[in-house]
C-alpha cells in the first residue's frame, strides 16, 4: 500500500441485503493509512441492523435513482471531490454518479448491471428470483434464507461460516431495484442507464469475482466492453477463487489495497486521456 499519497476522502455505497457494516474492514483499513472514509447508508438503513430487519416500510419502495439521487446530495455536499467506491447494486451507483461528473476515481466491485447488459447468467436470476418472482415484491423488501444468503454471498466458505455472516449483515432488500435492473432492456428510461460513451466522467475500475453467483465475472466484464468507446479510463481486475463477498471475506485486504492504490493513483491525473 502506499503510504506516502496525500490522503483522499473515500465515499463507500453498500450493496442490496446489507449495511455499511459490510465495509467495516475497508472502512478501518483505508482510515489506518490517513484517508477520511465516509459510508453512508441508503435511505431507509440509518438506523440500527436490528431495527433494518424489524421494520421495512421506510426502504419497501425504494428504487435505483432514488438511491442515486440521495449519495449525489452527499457526496455534492463535500468539501473536495472524492473517491467513490461501491459494492454490489453500490457498485452500480457508484457508476451512475460518476456518469453525473462526480468523484475524482471509482471503483465498482461485483457490481449489478447497468442498462444493456444482455442474457444475465442462470445464477444472477436464481438470487434475484427472490423478488423477481412475484410481481407483488415490487413493493415489498425481501430477505435472503440461509441457503439464499450462502449461494449468493457465501458459496465458497464452509455453512458455518456463512451463518456467521448473514447474521453480521444481512438484511431486507428493496425488491423495486432488482425489478428496475432486471427489466432495464426493456425501458427506454430505465433508472440503470448510463452513459457509457461519457468520455468526461472520472476514471473508473470494475473489480469482478471470479466464483461469484451474484453478480458472476463475465456480467462484469460484459460492462467493461460496454465502455469500450470512451475514451475516459476504464479498467477491470479479476480474483481468482473469490465470491460476491470480496469487501468481507478471507483476502479481503487483496481487494481493499488494490482498489484504494488504484484509485488514488487515478485520482490525480485526468479522467480523459
Same mark, same amino acid.
Given at each position: 500500500m502506499n503510504t506516502t499519497a496525500a490522503p483522499h476522502t473515500v465515499v463507500l455505497i453498500h450493496g442490496l441485503w446489507v449495511t455499511p457494516l459490510s465495509w467495516e474492514k475497508f472502512v478501518e483499513r483505508?482510515? #489506518?493509512? =490517513?484517508?477520511?472514509?465516509?459510508? @453512508? *447508508?441508503?435511505?431507509? /438503513?440509518?438506523?440500527? $441492523?436490528?431495527?433494518?430487519?424489524?421494520?421495512?416500510?421506510?426502504?419497501?419502495?425504494?428504487?435505483?435513482?432514488?438511491?442515486?439521487?440521495? %449519495?449525489?446530495? $452527499?457526496?455534492?455536499?463535500?468539501? +473536495? @471531490?472524492?473517491?467513490?467506491?461501491?459494492?454490489? /447494486? =453500490?457498485?452500480? $451507483?457508484?457508476?451512475?454518479?460518476?456518469?453525473?461528473?462526480?468523484?475524482?476515481?471509482?471503483?465498482?466491485?461485483? *457490481? *449489478?448491471? $447497468?442498462? =444493456?447488459?444482455?442474457?444475465? @447468467? %442462470? #445464477?444472477?436470476?436464481?438470487? +434475484? #428470483?427472490?423478488?423477481?418472482? !412475484? @410481481?407483488? !415484491?415490487?413493493?415489498? #423488501?425481501?430477505?435472503?434464507?440461509?441457503?439464499? /444468503?450462502? %449461494? =449468493?454471498?457465501?458459496n465458497t466458505t464452509t455453512a458455518e461460516e456463512s451463518e456467521a455472516r448473514r447474521q453480521r449483515y444481512a438484511v431486507p432488500g428493496p425488491g423495486r431495484t432488482l425489478f428496475q435492473a432486471g427489466l432495464a432492456n426493456f425501458n427506454p428510461h430505465a433508472a440503470t442507464k448510463v452513459n457509457v460513451k461519457n468520455n468526461d466522467r472520472a476514471p473508473l475500475l470494475l473489480i469482478a469475482g471470479e466464483k461469484d453467483h451474484v453478480v458472476p465475472a463475465s456480467t462484469v466484464r460484459a460492462a467493461f466492453k460496454l465502455y469500450r468507446h470512451s475514451t475516459a479510463v476504464t479498467e477491470y481486475k479479476e480474483f481468482a477463487g473469490r465470491s460476491h463477498f470480496l469487501v468481507g471475506e478471507p483476502g479481503w485486504e487483496e481487494v481493499a489495497d488494490y482498489a484504494l492504490d488504484w484509485a488514488v493513483a487515478h485520482a490525480a491525473t485526468p479522467a480523459a486521456v
Open positions: 483505508f482510515e #489506518s493509512r =490517513g484517508h477520511r472514509v465516509l459510508a @453512508p *447508508a441508503w435511505p431507509g /438503513f440509518d438506523r440500527d $441492523i436490528e431495527e433494518v430487519r424489524r421494520d421495512t416500510t421506510p426502504y419497501d419502495h425504494l428504487g435505483v435513482t432514488e438511491i442515486a439521487d440521495h %449519495y449525489d446530495a $452527499i457526496i455534492r455536499g463535500l468539501d +473536495a @471531490p472524492p473517491i467513490i467506491m461501491g459494492h454490489s /447494486f =453500490g457498485g452500480l $451507483i457508484t457508476q451512475l454518479v460518476v456518469d453525473r461528473g462526480l468523484g475524482t476515481a471509482a471503483v465498482a466491485i461485483d *457490481a *449489478a448491471p $447497468i442498462k =444493456g447488459i444482455l442474457g444475465l @447468467p %442462470y #445464477s444472477s436470476l436464481k438470487v +434475484a #428470483s427472490v423478488a423477481l418472482r !412475484n @410481481p407483488a !415484491n415490487r413493493h415489498k #423488501s425481501q430477505a435472503l434464507t440461509p441457503e439464499q /444468503f450462502r %449461494y =449468493g454471498f457465501a
